[in-house]
C-alpha cells in the first residue's frame, strides 16, 4: 500500500521590512542560517511525515488483523448458531418424537384401559345376574325348605299329639297291666307271686325291677333245652284243655310237672332261691311262658 503525497506548500518571497540590509558577508550567513533552518524543517518534516506513513501502515495492518479477527469471530458465530441450531432442530425433532411417542402411549393406554373396564363391568355384570340368579334360586330353596319345615313341624306336631295319645294309652294300658297283675297261689304251699299272663304283663314286671325275667317257648322234644341258668324240657301239651307236663333240671335235681295248667307259678328252688316258670299259652306240641327269678340269689 504506498504512502500519500503532499505536496510543499510554495514559499512567499522574502520581503524586507525595517531597516536596511545588511553587507554582503552578513547577507550570506544569514542565508547560511535560513538555510539550515530550512533543511532542518523538511528533515523534521520528512521525519514525521515518514512517521505518519508507518503510523497509518501499522493502523492498516491492524485493521485488516482485526477485521480478519472479526470475520473469524463472525465465521465462528456463524459456524456455533449453526450447530446450536442443528443442536435445537435435533432436540425439537426429539421432543417431537418423543410427544407424539406418549401422544400414542396415552391413546393406547387409554384404549386399553377403556377395553379393561368395559371387560370389568360385563363381568361384574355377568357375576351381579349371576349372584342375583343365585339368591332368587337361594330364596326359592329356603322358601321350598320352610314351607318343608313347617310341613314337618306340622306333622310332628301331628305326631306330638299322636304321641301323647299313644302315651296316655299307654299309660291306660299299664295301669289296666298293673290292675291286671294277680298274685296267684303257686304249686309250692303257702307261696303267692305276681303273674304275667301276656307280653304287656311281662313287661310290667321287668318295668318294676324286683326280679329277672326271661322268656321262653319249648318245643316237644328229646334233649333239655337250656333257659336262663336251668334246663326244661317239654313232655305233654294239650291244646284243648291247656294243659302239660314239664320237666325242670335246676341245681343237679330233677323235678317233674305234670298235668299244670297255664298261668299257673312252678315253683322251685335253685340254692336256696325261689324260682318260678310260668307257661301263659299251650300250642300243638309247645309252650310259651318266662322264667322268673330273683335279683339276687341266696346263698
Given at each position: 500500500m504506498s504512502s500519500p503525497q503532499y505536496p510543499y506548500p510554495p514559499q512567499p518571497p522574502p520581503q524586507h521590512y525595517g531597516p536596511p540590509p545588511p553587507s554582503s558577508g552578513s547577507s550570506n550567513l544569514v542565508l547560511a542560517l535560513?538555510?539550515?533552518?530550512?533543511?532542518?524543517?523538511?528533515?523534521?518534516?520528512?521525519?514525521?511525515?515518514?512517521?505518519?506513513?508507518?503510523?497509518?501502515?501499522?493502523?492498516?495492518?491492524?485493521?485488516?488483523?482485526?477485521?480478519?479477527?472479526?470475520?473469524?469471530?463472525?465465521?465462528?458465530?456463524?459456524?456455533?448458531?449453526?450447530?446450536?441450531r442443528k443442536h435445537l432442530d435435533d432436540l425439537k425433532e426429539e421432543l417431537d418424537t418423543r410427544s407424539r411417542q406418549l401422544s400414542q402411549a396415552a391413546s393406547q393406554a387409554k384404549k386399553e384401559a377403556l377395553s379393561y373396564?368395559?371387560?370389568?363391568?360385563?363381568?361384574?355384570?355377568?357375576?351381579?345376574?349371576?349372584?342375583?340368579?343365585?339368591?332368587?334360586?337361594?330364596?326359592?330353596?329356603?322358601?321350598?325348605?320352610?314351607?318343608?319345615?313347617?310341613?314337618?313341624?306340622?306333622?310332628?306336631?301331628?305326631?306330638?299329639a299322636g304321641v301323647k295319645t299313644d302315651l296316655n294309652n299307654t299309660k291306660t294300658d299299664l295301669s289296666q297291666t298293673k290292675s291286671n297283675l294277680q298274685k296267684v297261689a303257686g304249686d309250692l304251699s303257702g307261696t303267692n307271686s305276681l303273674v304275667a299272663t301276656n307280653g304287656k304283663e311281662i313287661e310290667e314286671l321287668r318295668r318294676r325291677g324286683e326280679r329277672n325275667i326271661v322268656e321262653f317257648?319249648?318245643?316237644?322234644?328229646?334233649?333239655?333245652?337250656?333257659?336262663?341258668?336251668?334246663?326244661?324240657?317239654?313232655?305233654?301239651?294239650?291244646?284243648?284243655?291247656?294243659?302239660?307236663?314239664?320237666?325242670?333240671?335246676?341245681?343237679?335235681?330233677?323235678?317233674?310237672?305234670?298235668?299244670?295248667?297255664?298261668?299257673?307259678?312252678?315253683?322251685?328252688?335253685?340254692?336256696?332261691?325261689?324260682?318260678?316258670?310260668?307257661?301263659?299259652?299251650?300250642?300243638?306240641?309247645?309252650?310259651?311262658?318266662?322264667?322268673?327269678?330273683?335279683?339276687?340269689?341266696?346263698?
Open positions: 535560513l538555510g539550515g533552518a530550512i533543511v532542518a524543517s523538511l528533515a523534521a518534516n520528512g521525519y514525521l511525515m515518514y512517521q505518519i506513513h508507518d503510523m497509518k501502515a501499522m493502523s492498516a495492518h491492524n485493521q485488516e488483523i482485526i477485521q480478519s479477527e472479526i470475520d473469524a469471530v463472525k465465521e465462528n458465530s456463524t459456524v456455533m448458531t449453526a450447530a446450536q373396564t368395559d371387560e370389568q363391568k360385563k363381568q361384574l355384570e355377568a357375576e351381579q345376574q349371576k349372584t342375583a340368579q343365585q339368591l332368587s334360586s337361594s330364596i326359592s330353596d329356603v322358601n321350598q325348605k320352610a314351607e318343608s319345615v313347617n310341613a314337618r313341624v306340622s306333622d310332628v306336631n301331628n305326631d306330638v317257648t319249648l318245643k316237644k322234644q328229646k334233649n333239655l333245652q337250656k333257659v336262663g341258668d336251668i334246663q326244661l324240657l317239654l313232655e305233654k301239651a294239650d291244646v284243648k284243655k291247656n294243659k302239660f307236663n314239664l320237666i325242670v333240671m335246676a341245681d343237679d335235681r330233677r323235678v317233674e310237672k305234670k298235668d299244670k295248667g297255664i298261668n299257673e307259678p312252678l315253683q322251685f328252688y335253685v340254692s336256696h332261691s325261689l324260682y318260678e316258670v310260668v307257661v301263659n299259652t299251650v300250642g300243638k306240641d309247645t309252650i310259651s311262658g318266662y322264667l322268673s327269678t330273683p335279683k339276687y340269689q341266696n346263698r
